[in-house]
């Protein structure tokens, strides 16, 4: 079996799916499992309406008619023939979702998130397995709560993998092509539980894990994994072969194309992952898979951008040592910071974090009582792997580099734009 993850950018509206049909034809069906994310921007959209939900906002109504709205849009270019039973399926489950929503007592803010934001799982897959019906393709519509058992850390589940390896092997039926939703599970109480956001590519690799699956292709609106951003780097180009160890590298220092979640149960099991275009299906793509790495020696480049740069030095000319390094960290986890870079020397010690939640502005006054601070607002953290000489200038002309770090297969530099 084969398993494909389309994300909401490629069913975002009737072309979109018109175009999945159009590759599952040019690539084949049979023995498929689809994975498929919420339409477009439909999980932001939801994520309004929970807010409005718990703000008793007067926009609440408005905000579940325009979800509504958005797929009957689609659903109307779908399908010429407002008898299809599609239609009816859709309102029922706007129907559950606005039963919920009037007569929820549950408190619990994450625990109502999973069970709104599903919606959008749930209508996308409902209107794709029609629609293939519809094309005359033989169809089964899973619903993946029935296969996919986690905790319940709503909106941050943890799979359960003993249970969810029995009853994917159980269920899923060979030699047809089969649709269910990416992102979303279920606990002990048969709650909706969601794997957090963009986690559709990690369903994907779940059931490819449970089913041995011979491969999983997740498509995209670009040729594959490239080594560099296209919108910031002139020459970006595609990397058709990496290992599975390159990927989860750079994914940790943020590439952005395949999260390291999806990568390991692949991995495991060495089925390779492919990236590739659905709007050219036909092209090779990137291949993720365990071998040599011997191609993709070109370097790579991520970016982050919106760092905050902070060093701290001792008042007293004292070393900082093992038990200030662990209470300062102990502080950015207490304030949510990200740390994505460590530098240390014997009286000062640097990093640069991501400040999401700004809370920096909190925790300075705190560090200050026992350090000197110094801290850089929005500077560039720029990750070169496999970097060289010429790499390392494209990144540091016109720039003012702040802070420099090599190892042996890895560059960091944070700059600041002049
Ligand atoms: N629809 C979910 C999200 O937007 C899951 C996904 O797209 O992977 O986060
Ligand atoms: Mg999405």
Redesign the pocket.
């Known amino acids: 079996m084969r398993v494909f993850k389309f994300?909401?950018a490629s069913v975002k509206d009737a072309e979109g799916i018109k175009n999945v049909y159009d590759v599952l034809q040019k690539v084949g069906y049979e023995d498929v499992l689809l994975v498929v994310?919420?339409m477009g921007k439909?999980?932001?959209a939801l994520e309004e309406v929970i807010k409005n939900y718990f703000e008793k906002s007067e926009e609440l109504n408005s905000s579940v008619q325009e979800v509504k709205k958005y797929h009957n849009q689609i659903l109307l270019d779908l399908f010429d023939d407002e008898k299809n039973e599609v239609f009816a399926a859709v309102n029922t489950l706007f129907s559950e979702l606005e039963y919920f929503l009037a007569h929820n007592k549950s408190p619990n803010y994450n625990f109502v998130y999973d069970q709104i934001v599903s919606y959008?799982?749930l209508i996308s897959t409902t209107i794709l397995s029609h629609f293939m019906s519809f094309m005359g393709i033989k169809t089964q519509w899973l619903d993946v709560r029935n296969f996919i058992k986690t905790n319940s850390n709503y909106r941050d589940a943890e799979v359960d993998w003993e249970l969810t390896q029995a009853t994917i092997s159980k269920n899923v039926k060979k030699k047809m092509l089969n649709i269910t939703q990416?992102?979303l599970g279920s606990d002990e109480n048969n709650f909706t539980t969601t794997l957090g956001?963009?986690?559709?590519?990690y369903t994907a690799g779940i059931f490819a894990y449970c089913l041995n699956a011979e491969s999983v292709t997740i498509w995209k609106d670009v040729p594959g994994v490239m080594n560099a951003d296209p919108r910031y780097f002139e020459n970006a180009s595609l990397l058709s072969h990496i290992s599975y160890r390159e990927a989860i590298e750079m994914a940790f220092y943020g590439a952005t194309v395949i999260h390291p979640k999806t990568l390991q149960p692949l991995q495991k099991k060495e089925i390779p992952l492919y990236v590739k275009s659905f709007i050219n299906p036909m092209l090779a793509g990137t291949c993720v898979s365990k071998g040599s790495d011997s191609e993709w020696q070109i370097p790579s480049f991520i970016v982050k951008r919106d760092q905050l740069l902070i060093s701290l030095s001792s008042i007293d000319f004292s070393f900082i040592m093992e038990e200030n390094i662990s209470e300062i960290f102990a502080l950015f986890h207490q304030f949510k910071l990200k740390v994505n870079l460590i530098q240390n020397s014997a009286i000062s010690f640097s990093v640069c974090v991501e400040d999401k939640f700004e809370n920096f502005k909190d925790l300075n006054p705190i560090l200050s009582k026992k350090f000197k601070v110094d801290f850089d607002e929005n500077v560039t953290l720029y990750t070169i792997r496999h970097f060289n000489d010429k790499a390392a200038q494209t990144v540091e002309q016109n720039k003012t580099v702040l802070l420099k770090q090599v190892s042996r297969e890895t560059m960091q530099i944070v700059t600041k734009e002049n």
Do not use: M, P
């Not at 956001?197 to 590519?201: A, N, P």
């Open positions: 994300g909401g994310s919420a439909t999980t932001n959008g799982e990416g992102f956001r963009e986690g559709s590519d």
